[in-house]
């Protein structure tokens, strides 16, 4: 029996990338909550984990040589548990270099960028239209991209992998970032897919009553969180 991870956690699309993969992957762990909202990513004993103040950031007990070792950056986790777990992470270096490159094609672009869209759509202190053009267009540049790729293969590295994960969470939100799914049928139609898998919609529920408990009852709230509007 595998001892459980430890997951240091919010619902937000960067933390629902690890849930996902737990989900999926069938690992146990356990969450530890990690309130944005209270700035608990700023206490000292998280900082050790997460030097960066940002979570999601994991603790395994069961470590390379038996030791407990802890991970930060959501891409960096996905790596960790893909290998360690061997599920959703290619072994051959082909299929892996395919899953690698939209993992990182997300963790820099897709994510900043639709967060930045959030930030300036929705809760910058002013409506700044020369940032709502930046970000929304880049935006729809990505999910042209996504698009295109999708065209090409049911899933971004080709099978269902920790790329998917990786960028669900964001896609989730595409309303929020002006963008409308119609416009990229491949897109939706992965979208759809990824979201109807039992795994997925499992690791986006964690913690879904607990950021209730602080008012923030819906993604839009939470975001305004993630993105600026209770930024410390």
Known sequence: MTTPIELFYWPTPNGYKITI??????????????????????KPEFLKI???????????PEGPGGEPVS????????????????????ETERERVAVEEWLFWQV?????????????????????AYGIDRYTNEVNRLYGVMNTRLGEADYLGGDYSIADMASIGWVRSYEAQGQNLDDFPNLKRWYEAVMARPAVKAGIAVGQEERARMNLASDKDAQSVLFGQKAR
Request: charged share 20%; glycine share 12%; proline share 8%.
């Open 71 to 90: 991970v930060f950056e959501s891409g960096a986790i996905l790596q960790y548990l893909g290998r360690k777990f061997k599920k959703f992470y290619p």
């Open 21 to 42: 993969y737990l989900e999926e992957a069938g690992v146990p762990y356990n969450v530890n909550y990690v309130n944005i909202g209270k700035g608990d990513q700023f």
């Open 50 to 60: 997460s030097p960066n103040n940002r979570m999601p950031a994991i603790v395994d």
């Open 108 to 128: 820099g672009g897709l994510g900043p960028m639709a967060g930045q869209a959030h930030h300036f759509r929705n809760y910058a202190p002013e409506k700044i």
